[in-house]
């Protein structure tokens, strides 16, 4: 199994990262908030997990070894799939989703895509005994930005290869949704709104 890619960020999409690693190009499959925190010709290190299929090998990667554990162990419950997981990481930090569970939070899993009520209910009682306790005490959804949110997704922008102008827009277009948040904006979550924008204005 590949546990990590370490190299230069040879080139970024809005879910792939290209790293070289020896003079290969290796493609990563990663969540929004992964990708705001990588930069293009700088150096980065993710950790990975290894999904192979019948017709495919999909290399997904994470921020942290801890991220990449909470990815394998959702999908260890029946009907996620890779892409489920990784979206439920892009929603929650890990120990956003450890606490869900740990409190039976129905909410917090439905509010991830492509997961309704009935969904929720089964998760719970399938990821109960397998993510683990809380390790830290913050509250919330996922890893909350306090500040700087606009400096953080204007880089992130950038670093996709947008323009400076562009970046601008996008992040004038969802700041209205970032200051309707509940505490703190997610990046993560701003970057796709953003790129949605971006994608229809090009």
Known sequence: MI?????????????????EVGGIGIAVQCAPNTLSTLRLGQPA??????????DSLTLYGFADDDERQTFELLQTASGVGPRLA???????????????VKTAD???LTAVPGIGKKGAQKLLLELKDRLGEPL?????????VTTG?????????????YATREADEAVTAVTPQ????DGA?????????ALQTLNRTR
């Open 3 to 19: 546990a990590f890619v370490s190299g230069q960020v040879a080139a970024l999409a809005p879910d792939t990262a290209v790293v």
């Open 45 to 54: 290190k993710l950790a990975t997990s290894l999904v192979v299929r019948e």
């Open 86 to 100: 990784q979206a439920m990481l892009a929603v929650h930090s890990p120990d956003a989703l450890r606490r869900a």
């Open 106 to 108: 129905e909410k917090s």
């Open 136 to 144: 830290g005490t913050a509250t919330g959804v996922g890893a909350p």
């Open 149 to 161: 949110w606009r400096d953080q997704l204007h880089a992130a922008l950038i670093g996709l290869g």
């Open 178 to 181: 970032a200051e309707a948040a």
């Open 185 to 193: 904006p997610q990046v993560g979550q701003l970057l796709k709104a």
